[in-house]
């Protein structure tokens, strides 16, 4: 399509006139570009697929030397904005139920090279965050605001500080500090629930010392809470982030971590033997810290852990 419009209204109106007339529409699956030429009001409405976002750029800059007194309008939604320039409406090609909204499970690479869209987000702070991705526009509208959820919750406090980021042709996602030494996987094609995995190491070429994983049905906001503290340990250092908690000890005695949920009600219980838990007052909610020494090779590869 982008070729045909290249050389100038001419040129691409003798081309149209040219080829066959049909009595139907192409829908959204099977019109890959289209274009309208409004000789009336000197409007060129028009969608394509290109090789690269350099392409889609390098046309229409093309196009802005061709077309000169136009108005050059890309159709962002595709063959509906035509229909609706027509006065046909939106849905002309599409059936009833059409746009069926879904659960966004993943949020956008950052540096992802040739994205189909971009989204960008305000922060509370003012500061503005953008993200590119291979969705399609329509695919992050019917994603509804649960895509801002996952958006707010990647781990931008990482990425201040220089951490690494990295993914795999599956679309999983990796984060690394500069000196390798505490990695983050987000793994929406992984080979179980695990959704978010954080790994620290004493040696990065050595085992994990201690791991964390998130499943699918964390609330993101947990995740954020995490790498924004974790963001803070890093900086200060390993003594820090790779400190074991010692009951006892000031700032590592693993109580610590309930104080907060004992304020707001919740009650201590002991369900078993070895094990110390805390259960919200609708019982909806609980937390378990397992007491004693723990197979460190069973806490990272089996769902046996420490909290």
């Not at 329509?138 to 990647?154: Q, T």
């Not at 390798?180 to 004493?202: F, H, Q, S, T």
């Not at 610590?256 to 609708?282: S, T, Y």
Request: glycine share 8%; aromatic share 12%; charged share 25%.
């Amino acid at each position: 399509m982008v070729d045909y419009l290249l050389p100038g209204p001419a040129a691409a109106t003798r081309c149209f006139r040219a080829n066959r007339e049909i009595d139907e529409w192409l829908d959204d699956v099977w019109c890959e570009g289209a274009a309208l030429v409004d000789h009336d009001r000197r409007i060129l409405l028009w969608f394509a697929l290109t090789d690269g976002w350099d392409d889609h750029i390098a046309a229409r800059a093309v196009l802005a030397r061709t077309w000169p007194g136009w108005d050059l309008r890309f159709a962002h939604d595709g063959i509906g904005d035509l229909t609706h320039h027509l006065g046909l409406g939106r849905d002309l090609t599409r059936a009833p139920g059409w746009f069926d909204t879904f659960e966004p499970s993943g949020f956008a690479a950052t540096e992802y090279t040739e994205p189909c869209s971009v989204a960008s987000l305000r922060l509370p702070d003012g500061s503005v965050r953008a993200w590119g991705s291979d969705w399609e526009p329509i695919e992050r509208l019917a994603a509804g605001p649960g895509l801002i959820d996952l958006i707010v919750a990647s781990p931008a406090p990482l990425f201040d500080l220089g951490w690494d980021l990295r993914y795999d042709e599956d679309s999983n996602v990796y984060v690394s500090a500069p000196d390798r030494r505490v990695r983050l996987g987000y793994l929406p094609e992984g080979e179980d629930d695990g959704l978010w995995r954080i790994n620290a190491y004493k040696d990065s070429f050595g085992p994990p010392a201690w791991g964390v994983c998130f499943n699918d049905r964390v609330p993101t906001e947990f995740v954020q809470a995490f790498t924004t503290v974790l963001a803070a340990a890093y900086e200060q250092g390993p003594d820090a982030y790779l400190a074991r908690p010692v009951s006892g000890i000031d700032e590592h005695d693993p109580f610590l971590a309930v104080v907060p949920l004992l304020k707001q009600g919740w009650e201590i219980d002991r369900p078993r033997w070895g094990v110390f838990a805390v259960q919200a007052p609708d019982g909806l909610a609980g937390m378990e810290f397992t007491t004693g020494d723990l197979d460190p090779e069973a806490e990272l590869t089996t769902r046996d852990a420490r909290w």
